[in-house]
């Protein structure tokens, strides 16, 4: 039974460029979650997927757009990349009537 | 005031020795309470989660919930060197929704 997997797991960009990352859910699981982990502090969480669409966000700008595929699958786009957005992006997913999280590896980011 | 506070470490114990780590919320209402343990350069990894108010139990690991006084915590008995690694405690809010909202994380390490 795969857990959560995330592609890819390094990507190095430059300023003003856009990315995609990606995640593929425990099997089963129907929600998918992303968070921004900078060095030194905790996850922060971006927004979360199920049923296709985004059910809830958290304080990011609209730089962060995000999508989920029919087979619970996701994207995470970032336009116009900052140096700030330096960071770990995890995804996690789990069940929507339960509250445990998965994470997956994580993408590191590199913005240079 | 932050949202969840943990004290950043590092927590330095000696090995058999018990980790006591801690965490602090402020939103009353939350009804969801997670340990991740998260070594350097990898995903956070579950170890716990608690939702009552009381001592929950998982081989060496404790956790701790005190809803009145808005804390949660996790014990480590028998500490290992393998143990070493950041502690994230995770809350999740009396929302239908699964947002977590992690601590910074407390760094413990344990010495042979």
């Known amino acids: 039974d795969a857990g959560v997997t995330q592609s890819p797991t390094h990507l190095i960009k430059t300023r003003g460029q856009q990315v995609t990352l990606r995640c593929s859910p425990k099997?089963?699981?129907?929600?998918v979650s992303w968070y921004q982990q900078a060095l030194g502090q905790g996850p922060q969480f971006i927004f979360q997927?199920?049923?296709?669409?985004?059910?809830q966000r958290g304080n990011f700008p609209d730089r962060f757009s995000g999508h989920q595929f029919p087979n619970y699958s996701s994207e995470l786009n970032v336009n116009a990349l900052l140096l700030g957005d330096s960071a770990l992006y995890l995804c996690?997913?789990?069940?929507?009537?339960?509250?445990?999280?998965?994470f997956g590896a994580g993408t590191r980011l590199s913005v240079l | 005031q932050k949202e969840v506070e943990q004290n950043s470490g590092p927590l330095s114990v000696p090995e058999g020795a018990i980790a006591s780590l801690n965490c602090t919320y402020s939103?009353?209402?939350?009804?969801?309470f997670f340990w991740y343990r998260q070594y350097s350069g990898k995903s956070p990894e579950l170890i716990m989660s608690?939702?009552?108010?009381g001592d929950k139990e998982d081989g060496r690991f404790t956790a701790q919930l005190n809803k009145a006084s808005q804390y949660v915590s996790l014990l480590i008995r028998d500490s290992q060197p393998s143990d070493s690694a950041t502690y994230l405690c995770?809350?999740?809010?009396?929302?239908?929704?699964?947002?977590?909202?992690f601590g910074t994380g407390t760094r413990l390490l344990v010495s042979p």
């Open positions: 939103d009353r209402g939350s009804q969801s």
């Open positions: 099997s089963g699981h129907d929600t």
């Open positions: 995770a809350v999740k809010g009396n929302t239908g929704f699964q947002k977590l909202v």
């Open positions: 997927y199920y049923e296709e669409e985004e059910r």
């Open positions: 608690i939702y009552s108010n």
């Open positions: 996690a997913s789990s069940y929507l009537t339960e509250y445990i999280q998965y």
